[in-house]
Every structure is written in structure tokens, then in C-alpha cells.
């Protein structure tokens, strides 16, 4: 499976993106997507993450309420809306798939796209 991440920039603090993830290759398995972030000089950190169905999600508390994690099956993409940024969540954001659940830990996830950058300017 290949991942592309798209969708970062630069916003101001309390507005929006929305990053977007295409999977190609063995797309017909059921993967589970996620997105993961890491700030410079921190570790890569679990943001959300979705079921192939759509049906299952699961956020990070940081981010409950602001963010939300989508999948289109028709297109093999992950999406992630996030609205009221801060500059917390300042960072760069991978997207990744598996086929073995929703796991927290980076190192559980199979699959990886190249980041995104995403700055929130206060």
C-alpha cells in the first residue's frame, strides 16, 4: 500500500484544514487509516484513527471535539478536518494503514505517507 498525504499549510490559531490521504496499491484489503503527527524534538504521537468501514473511530483527547477522521472508499482516501487549531498542534502529519486495528503506537502501524506540514501560527 502507498500513501500521499496532502492538505498542510500555515493557518492562524482557530481556523481550519483539511489534510487528505490517498492510498493506492493493495487497496482491497480491509486497512485500517490513521493520522499521527510529530513535532520537532518529540516523538510521533497517535492523532485518530478509522476503520475501512467508517463505522469505528477513535481520537486522541487532545484533539476530541476539533478534529474528525473520515474515509471515501470510492476514492481510497483518509480524511482529517480539523477545526479550531492551536498552535499545538503545530506538527507534521502522517497518515498510515494496517490491517490489524486502531493501535496508538506508531510502531504497530505497517504502512506510512510522507507528511505533511501543518503550522498554526497564534
Known amino acids: 500500500v502507498q500513501l500521499q498525504a496532502s492538505g498542510g499549510g500555515l493557518v492562524q490559531a482557530g481556523g481550519s484544514l483539511r489534510l487528505s490521504c490517498a492510498a493506492s496499491?493493495?487497496?482491497?484489503?480491509?486497512?485500517?487509516m490513521a493520522w499521527f503527527r510529530q513535532a520537532p524534538g518529540k516523538e510521533r504521537e497517535f492523532v485518530a484513527a478509522?476503520?475501512?468501514?467508517?463505522?469505528?473511530?477513535y481520537y486522541t483527547d487532545s484533539v476530541k471535539g476539533r478534529f474528525t477522521i473520515s474515509i471515501d472508499n470510492a476514492e481510497n482516501t483518509v480524511y482529517l478536518q480539523m477545526t479550531s487549531l492551536k498552535p499545538e498542534d503545530t506538527a507534521v502529519y502522517y497518515c498510515?494503514?494496517?490491517?490489524?486495528?486502531?493501535?496508538?503506537?506508531?510502531?504497530?502501524?505497517?504502512?506510512w505517507g510522507r507528511g505533511t506540514q501543518v503550522t498554526v501560527s497564534s
Open positions: 498510515a494503514a494496517d490491517v490489524s486495528g486502531m493501535s496508538t503506537l506508531a510502531r504497530a502501524w505497517d504502512y
Open positions: 478509522v476503520s475501512r468501514s467508517g463505522r469505528s473511530s
Open positions: 496499491g493493495r487497496t482491497d484489503s480491509s486497512y485500517y
